[in-house]
């Protein structure tokens, strides 16, 4: 795998991650959003994912830099 490939891949992870997350916790509704909660526990971590190094930013930037469609999450 090309390195442009695994950031690519990385980015989407997180990406989906987030997305799962936050399907999870529309269908589960009130109870997933209590702390003690699988679902709870599963959106902490997907949160933290754009933030850990590499960023969400610094991976954009480096598809960005090789000229590599860069993937969005779906929102605006």
């Known amino acids: 795998?090309?390195?442009?490939?695994?950031?690519?891949v990385r980015?989407?992870?997180a990406l989906?991650?987030?997305?799962a997350t936050r399907?999870?916790?529309?269908?589960?509704?009130?109870?997933g959003y209590a702390l003690a909660s699988d679902t709870s526990r599963r959106a902490?971590?997907?949160a933290f994912l754009p933030v850990?190094?590499?960023t969400e930013t610094h991976l954009r930037h480096?598809?960005?830099?090789?000229?590599?469609?860069?993937?969005?999450?779906?929102r605006a």
């Open 23 to 31: 399907l999870e916790q529309k269908i589960v509704g009130g109870r």
């Open 44 to 46: 902490r971590e997907a």
């Open 52 to 54: 850990q190094s590499p």
């Open 11 to 13: 980015l989407e992870a």
């Open 62 to 74: 480096l598809l960005a830099r090789a000229g590599v469609p860069v993937p969005t999450d779906g």
């Open 16 to 19: 989906l991650t987030g997305r």
């Open 1 to 8: 795998m090309r390195p442009a490939e695994l950031v690519r």
